[in-house]
């Protein structure tokens, strides 16, 4: 099979691991023109200096020897199959990268033969490329688990970030839809990646040239809906992965309807309101000081998706409302809906200087609409009569319906800027 064959199915088969997004592009340049876009899975991710990098994301094989329910790659699928030698991955990585297309690898795989089979034939390709390539660009790979701990831990000493996919929340829902995997095999992986990464950074404190491990960090990613599974159990999985293994993010996948195994749930389309609250919650949990326990409990399990996590936690807590914007301490004013990070901090600065009225917080970049019900400035209250919930929530819903074919933020939908501004600066 030629290379580009090979190219156009590995590339399309790694668009299912959410932890960077293919561009999908396919555009030749014109005459007087500046560059191009092509399809070969290109995509974008962000190193560990915060810069963002356009990588080749590819799965070195989707031959696999498991039977995962609810993956295109699974061994009971019929669909075209492909396989790169390690040689074939380093010339493309390094020809691409000489062409300025791509600044790094994202390689991921099925697994392939074993799961030490697969991490030596990844370990190959990294090995290659620092050593005899000489290479430095950013390299992100999986590390498949079950593989032996030595493998994953010289794959570590070569790569930028590793990431151990969870896919299903619960071992319950492994032992449903992917009887061949169990949590064990999943969790030690992770916890090794855990252990290498403080122990270089320790060294690397005494011996400034110490060799670095995963020095941007590892992270994973949760199918959301696949399982009956709630946001809750999700939320706390999350939270315990950034508590105990510090990974740098969980990222959430919409199950995508590619099987009717009767022990899927039936759907047309991937849940992408949910997928999309339980990001913004994830965000909460990293950023605003908020616990899984005060987001959700067994009582009210799942989001309310007609509203953001932060709406909804402060519609349930109604009562520490309205607050005051002229006192309120860094933490509270950051639970306030529609006062994100940046905003709270600038409130904080410029309420030394005079105190703050309703038409400063616009100055300041607060999303009013939402902010509004919940505070008051200089002893005013702007939002409507009565503080209860429900009338807020439908004033809340109105002012910000969710789409009922929603799809994926791009930059050149017709939304309001201010809408484009919180999804992307996370103002929650
Ligand atoms: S092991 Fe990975 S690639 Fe193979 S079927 Fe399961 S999820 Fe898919």
């Not at 039977?67 to 030698?85: E, G, K, M, Q, V």
């Not at 370990?123 to 701990?149: M, S």
């Not at 619960?170 to 916890?191: S, V």
């Not at 749930?265 to 992408?272: D, F, M």
Request: proline share 4%; hydrophobic share 35%; net charge positive.
């Amino acid at each position: 099979m030629e290379v580009l064959e090979k190219l156009r199915i590995l590339s399309d088969a790694a668009k299912y691991d959410v932890s960077c997004s293919s561009s999908g592009s396919n555009r030749k340049n014109k005459k007087d023109g500046l560059g191009n876009a092509s399809s070969c899975g290109i995509c974008h991710s962000w190193s560990d200096d915060g810069r963002c990098i356009s990588l080749l994301k590819i799965l070195m094989t989707n031959y696999c020897i498991y039977d995962c329910a609810y993956c295109i790659n699974r061994s009971s699928n019929d669909l075209p199959r492909a396989i790169f030698t390690p040689d074939e991955i380093v010339d493309l990585t390094i020809n691409f990268y000489k062409r300025n297309y791509i600044e790094g690898l994202f390689l991921s795989s099925a697994v392939f033969r074993s799961p030490n089979h697969t991490m030596e034939m990844l370990l190959q390709v990294v090995q290659r490329l620092r050593e005899e390539e000489n290479f430095n660009g950013y390299i992100h790979t999986k590390a498949i688990p079950g593989a032996d701990e030595e493998i994953v831990e010289k794959v570590g000493r070569y790569v930028d970030r590793m990431s151990v996919n969870i896919e299903l929340p619960t071992e319950e829902g492994l032992k449903l839809l992917a009887p061949q995997k169990n949590k064990q095999n999943i969790l030690r992986p992770m916890n090794l990646i855990k252990t290498g990464i403080t122990q270089s950074i320790e060294e690397r404190k005494k011996f400034h040239f110490s060799p670095k491990f995963v020095p941007a960090g590892q992270t994973t990613q949760l199918i959301v809906g696949a399982t009956t599974d709630s946001d809750l159990k999700i939320l706390r999985l999350s939270e315990g992965l950034y508590n105990s293994y510090g990974l740098k993010r969980v990222y959430y996948s919409a199950f995508v309807p590619v099987s009717n195994n009767p022990k899927l749930p039936l759907i047309k389309s991937p849940p992408l309101v949910r997928e999309n609250r339980l990001y913004q919650a994830d965000w909460l949990l990293r950023f605003y000081g908020f616990e899984a326990k005060e987001l959700l409990d067994e009582n009210k399990p799942d989001f309310d998706l007609a509203l953001d996590p932060k709406c909804d936690w402060a519609l349930r807590n109604i009562h520490l409302f309205p607050v005051e914007i002229n006192k309120a301490d860094y933490n509270m004013l950051l639970k306030v809906p529609g006062i994100g990070v940046k905003s709270a901090i600038k409130i904080i600065q410029a309420r030394r200087f005079s105190a703050i009225d309703f038409y400063d917080l616009k100055k300041l970049g607060i999303v009013m609409k939402r902010a509004q019900y919940f505070i008051t400035c200089k002893g005013k209250y702007y939002g409507i009569k009565s503080m209860n919930s429900e009338i807020i929530r439908n004033q809340l819903v109105t002012s910000s319906p969710v789409e009922k074919n929603y799809k994926q933020l791009s930059l050149f939908d017709q939304v309001s800027l201010e809408d484009k501004y919180i999804e992307i600066g996370g103002q929650l």
